[in-house]
């Protein structure tokens, strides 16, 4: 189990792993881009902005953009939303001088590049770079209230995922190993577009059939995707897939899936992300999961209808009808 680990990012998710890790008595340091921000969680003993209500731990250490965080740890968490995994990677670049691995819980495909965020850090860093990914139903909010959760930790190295499994696992929080990074990432960045349009289902009062159809198909699409990008068929029935794809869609603190109500609502996109405290992965990710499923040759159709009312200004009711009108075919 590591003892000594750094966070990178102090968002939701960033925040309730350093519960986590400090409650289990490891040595945490919580890294955030914006130093007043920080220092205000400081100064409160809690993440106001991002987590609010909970109390953080005595025991946890903050460093308000000093980029020395990297040092003297054995574990570093990156927490940081996708389209910044570069920035933040390139800056902190310099001050990492061990061969430290590093956990990604970013979810999302970066846009232009259409990398996934592991990918990401190993170009900034090299290809030697020591990647995994903790990935699942993780609902920071539940999370910090210590009720049961489940999550998986891919790696292609088995050693370094066994090891990262016991010092996140809790009494609450079980974790799995896996060796499908790909699958993982991909799933975890497919399930918020996914959620946007479930969203957008609520938002239209669609119904529980028409969700139970959304998350079938959509399920099938991010399948179809990922076995074309080299990963595992199974990955995505798994905590990653089906798993986080569930509670995305239907949990009411689901950022993505209020989003997409929002848009269903009359929201512009640019009103629902002004109407959004932290970053809303799907709707980037949108735009680079489409040029992905092109690039690929791969029919995802709902995540083209949900790209197309978010960035070509169709409605809501083209976009259903549309979907609802395509050739029938066999399942």
Known sequence: MYKRISIIGDGAMGTVLAMLLCEK??????WGYDPAQLAQTKQASENVKFLPGYPLPETLLYEPAD??????????????PCQFVRSVWQR???????????????????????????????????????????????????????????????????????RMQYTFTTRWFRVYTNSDVVGVELASACKNVIALAAGAIDGIHAGDNAKAALLCRGLAEMTRLGVACGAKAETFAGLAGLGDLVTTCISP??????????????????????????VVEGVATCDSLVALARRKGIEMPIAEAVHEVLFKHKTMEEAVHDLMGRDLKSE
């Open 67 to 80: 980029d020395r965080i990297m040092e003297k740890v054995d574990l570093i968490v990156s927490a940081v």
């Open 253 to 278: 603190m689901g950022r993505n899936r209020a989003f997409g109500e929002r848009i269903a609502q009359g929201l512009s996109t640019e009103q629902a992300r002004r109407a959004t405290v932290s």
């Open 25 to 30: 008595g490891i040595h945490t340091r919580l």
């Open 92 to 162: 902190l670049k310099p001050h990492l001088t061990q061969d430290i691995p590093i956990v990604s819980v970013s979810k999302g495909i970066e846009n232009k590049t259409l990398l996934r965020p592991t990918e990401i850090i190993a170009g900034v860093l090299g290809e030697s770079a020591r990647c995994a990914v903790l990935s699942g139903p993780t609902i920071a909010d539940e999370l910090a209230r210590k009720l049961p959760a489940t999550a998986c930790i891919a790696c292609n190295d088995p050693g370094l995922a066994e």
